[in-house]
């Protein structure tokens, strides 16, 4: 093991809701203390601290500053933010870590998408001179994504209809889900189209949620950690933002990501996707080369959760969960960025 | 044991009230390709984009950086957006700075804007809702504080405001060309926030700043002599809490000492030949030189009094106008940390200052609370 | 150094945007607003420090521990001003404000934290300076709301405390209030 070798050591995740009375950083001080509880960590050691979050989903300029009294930021601390999904946080957590002069960080995530219409608020996030002003929302993107998904014969509405069924089994193990029952497929594919060929269930529900993480290195990952998830690759890649300048039907960015964090296409015990419209599943099982009966989503995913900015940071936690606990030696996590899939990460983890 | 990390290219655009001649993305690429060019890179070259800017409400775009990925050849790389505020034109650098050190990457483009003419900041900082403070309300109660508890003459922040403007005759990227202020149309313009008045504070403008990032081998062998990151450092402190001390904050403190630690430095007042520090409202130059101890408690206007900080001066600050002569807020920060970097080089034309071999960078950002500093050399360690 | 020519300039286009946000009040500020509309000011204290916050939060951000209604403590509608700027609006979508207006932060009596961006009435902009001792002036019970108050803490009182005016009683000690700035 290198000195650089960097593990998740402590987790907490709040259950996502679809409406949390409480306010965003009321979400995150208690998991924040029990991530660090977790890793028998004292918040005062900790050696850098990074959130993510999106001040337009929280509701206003500079919303992320409120977040920060859940760091435990007094006396001062070593910190930075990202405007991304906390998986990114993570990812620049890790890169800190390497400088090799601090052996511990904490990371989270957090959003509460509750309060705004996401068909109202996302649209802002597209291009501002060609594609806002048109009024194109994200369910629409979404919806002409799954219909090329459909024209290349790469799938069916069955298959979307079998990822929803699926990942709402799953999420009955789940204590954090929000959504999750057994549905038929035949009873799924009677519903209407929402945004054809999308049905209210290939949307992801509304949720309210935060996450934390707790990484360490080399020799303190062991002294935390009785079984460290290490983090053997992570990588993250952004394709172009114009949606009809690319394919939507494939994810090569993800693809690229997974090359890059040393995944050799190999099994794995477990792997969380952020998919969260129904047909990015397949999507990224294609661009992950995953084979048919890979472990995929045992926690749901997002179709089950989807508290926007911590999502990814979930899938995180829910592979390494896993490892920490000793049900799984090696995971894949994946969260992503933007609409139809244009950023992604990936992280590879492994148990001794 | 980290790589060293070189700045071997500085971009920036001509800041203005309103550069109507390009879009957001056209602004960028102004900035990125002027740095690339000085950096004798290609867009190809570039392994990793770090790009950062103040709240999204500002221009009203959700992470605009998803949509200029295409303007700055980000497809199949990486892309991170930071956001910390005032401070995140430093941080984006640091950012920047980590993935050289950490070997992840040899080559890192940072860049950092705003185009404050395609939204309306005041209304940003408002939060959309009235009775608003701008960014001078927030911090007028702190510089009274200052000047009540120093004594010190009520001319000093005119002081700074003339000094940093006569500065930026000498930038030709600075927004505000004022060749005329002197201390008395400072001292006549209007009152914004009390004790601030109008000349006293910075401008709104559009702008980014973009700088490449490389490591050792590729920072030796540049054409043209590289800036040495010596030290960085960022530091957060809670905004508000019972006892906080907003005018001399612990983090600002921290921060620095933690880059001086770094950097081998122990006298900050002797051992650094300039320093680009943020001062968007002219007291901050005093507050800040105590802030970082680099002027004692008290001693910070004295030190703006005396003409040290002038770019003639034993302790030149802003040469190249500072904030207060440009301030496309979120590329600010980078600013400071580009001139920093100018200054070592030996290439900030007509406002070098002459032997600087070592300078300080500095930005700040919410309730003054957030901190990000380097200290940048002309060799490597 | 030449100057940069301006080209033409290009076509700007207007995209107005209205979001909508609704949220409700947390359960401790639905009991803080309560408690305004009732004449009193109410915080959390911590049960580690001691420290009083106005509102509560739920937790002290100091200690990081939680903080519930059983840490509801009262504090004083008086107080001392700890740090002031006097406004001049500029012109935004959404200003109310035309004239230069006082954000002043108060430190009421009982409280570790201060109330900020209060208005302080009845005294020349001039005259005013930390130290003054103020109290509250509340709107009259039936002209009381919960509007003014959000979970984004913008605007604390707005809704049921219109201003502070001075009480007529000498200077607070600097030490009272020079820890207090913000």
């Avoid at chain 2, 000047?147 to 010190?152: L, N």
């Avoid at chain 3, 959000?150 to 502070?164: L, P, T, Y």
Wanted: negative net charge; hydrophobic residues 40%.
């Amino acid at each position: 093991m290198a000195a650089t070798d960097i593990a998740v050591v402590g987790y907490a995740q709040t259950p996502s809701v679809r409406m949390a009375r409480e306010s965003e950083v009321q979400l995150l001080v208690p998991i924040v203390s029990e991530a660090l509880a977790r890793a028998g960590l004292d918040r005062r050691e900790v050696g850098f601290t990074c959130a993510g979050s999106c001040d337009y989903l929280t509701g206003g300029p500079f919303a992320f500053v409120s977040n920060l009294e859940a760091a435990g930021a007094w006396p001062p601390i070593s910190e930075s933010h990202v405007e991304m999904d906390g998986a990114w946080a993570l990812y620049e957590a890790w890169v800190r870590l390497q400088h090799g002069d601090i052996d511990t960080a904490l990371v989270f995530g957090s959003g509460k998408s509750s309060p705004s219409k996401p068909e109202e608020m996302w649209a802002q996030q597209l291009d501002p001179y060609y594609l806002a002003p048109l009024g194109v929302d994200p369910a629409s993107l979404a919806g002409i994504q799954a219909r090329a998904l459909l024209d290349s014969g790469k799938a069916t509405e069955r298959d979307f209809a079998e990822v929803v069924a699926r990942n709402r089994r799953n999420a009955k193990n789940n204590p954090n889900a929000q959504v999750a029952g057994d549905y038929s497929v035949e009873a799924l594919l009677e519903a209407p189209y929402v945004r054809a060929p999308l049905r209210a269930h290939d949307f992801p529900p509304i949720s309210d949620g935060a996450v934390a993480v707790v990484l360490a290195r080399g020799d303190r990952a062991r002294a935390l950690c009785d079984r460290p998830a290490w983090i053997r690759g992570l990588d993250h890649r952004i394709e172009v933002h114009q949606p009809g300048m690319r394919d939507l039907t494939s994810s090569t960015s993800t693809t690229l990501a997974a090359r890059k964090a040393g995944y050799d296409g190999g099994p794995l015990d477990v792997i969380e996707l952020s998919s969260t419209f129904s047909p990015q599943e397949l999507i990224l099982r294609e661009a992950l080369g995953l084979a048919a009966d890979a472990n995929v989503n045992p926690s749901g995913g997002a179709l089950a959760a989807n508290p926007v900015m911590a999502t990814g940071l979930v899938r995180i936690v829910e592979v390494a969960q896993r490892i920490v606990e000793g049900s799984a030696h090696s995971g894949l996590a994946h969260a992503t960025g933007g609409q139809v899939l244009q950023h992604n990460l990936v992280c590879l983890m492994e148990g001794d | 044991m980290a790589e060293q990390c070189a700045v071997i290219g500085i971009g920036q655009t001509h800041h203005k009230k309103k550069r109507a001649d390009v879009s957001i993305p056209g602004l960028l690429r102004e900035a990125a390709t002027r740095a690339l060019e000085d950096a004798e890179c290609t867009w190809a070259d570039i392994d990793a984009v770090v790009i950062g800017k103040a709240p999204d409400a500002f221009e009203g775009i959700v992470q605009p950086e998803l949509f200029l990925a295409d303007a700055l050849g980000g497809a199949g790389k990486p892309m991170l957006r930071v956001h910390t505020a005032g401070s995140v034109g430093g941080s984006t650098f640091i950012v920047g700075a980590h993935l050289i050190e950490s070997r992840i990457h040899e080559r890192v483009l940072a860049i950092a804007w705003e185009k404050q003419s395609e939204g309306n900041a005041q209304w940003g900082l408002a939060g959309g809702r009235g009775r608003g403070i701008g960014a001078g309300g927030a911090f007028a109660p702190w510089i009274r504080a200052y000047i009540e508890k120093t004594g010190a003459p009520e001319y000093i922040g005119w002081q700074v405001a003339v000094k940093d403007r006569l500065n930026a005759l000498k930038n030709p990227y600075a927004h505000l060309h004022l060749p005329d202020i002197t201390i008395e149309t400072v001292k006549e313009s209007a009152m914004l926030w009390d004790p601030l008045r109008f000349l006293e504070s910075c401008p709104s403008s559009d702008g980014a700043c973009a700088v490449v990032l490389t490591n050792e081998a590729n920072g030796k062998k540049a054409a043209k002599p590289a800036a040495w990151v010596a030290a960085t450092a960022v530091k957060s402190e809670l905004g508000q809490f019972p006892g906080r001390d907003p005018v001399r904050p612990q983090a600002g403190v921290e921060c620095a000492h933690d880059v001086y630690t770094q950097a081998g430095i122990g006298v900050p007042r002797q051992e650094i030949d300039v320093a680009e520090i943020y001062v968007p409202f002219s007291w901050y130059e005093p507050m800040w030189l105590e802030g970082h101890d680099i002027a004692g408690p008290g001693e910070g206007w004295k030190m703006v009094e005396s003409g040290d900080t002038e770019m003639t001066g034993s302790f030149p600050v802003n040469a190249s106008g500072g904030v207060l002569s440009s301030n496309p807020i979120g590329a600010s920060g980078m600013l400071r940390f580009a001139e920093a970097a100018l200054q070592v080089r030996g290439l900030a034309g007509e406002h070098q200052v002459d032997g600087a071999r070592t300078a300080l960078a500095q930005a700040y950002g919410g309730a003054a609370q957030y901190f990000a500093m380097a200290i940048l050399r002309n060799h490597p360690a | 150094m030449t100057d940069v020519t301006t080209p033409k300039e290009n076509l700007v286009m207007n995209h107005l945007v209205s979001l909508t946000y609704s949220e409700e009040l947390t359960p401790i500020l639905e009991r803080y607003v309560d408690a305004l509309i009732d004449g009193r000011i109410v915080g959390h204290k911590c049960p580690q420090c001691g420290r009083v916050y106005v509102p509560g939060k739920g937790y002290c951000p100091i200690c990081v521990v939680p903080t519930t209604d059983k840490d509801e403590v009262e504090v004083s509608d008086h107080g001392t001003v700890t740090g002031f700027t006097i406004i001049t609006p500029v012109a935004y979508y959404g200003q109310t404000e035309t004239e230069p207006f006082v954000y002043a932060s108060v430190l009421l009596d009982g409280s570790s934290g201060n109330l900020g961006g209060q208005d302080i009435v009845g005294v020349p902009h001039d005259q005013l300076h930390s130290g003054m001792r103020v109290r509250a002036v509340w709107k009259p019970p039936a002209e009381r709301s919960a509007e003014g108050v959000s979970n984004r803490g913008w605007g604390s009182v707005a809704s049921v405390i219109d201003a502070f005016e001075w009480t007529g009683e000498p200077d607070a000690d600097r030490s009272v209030y020079e820890e207090h700035i913000f």
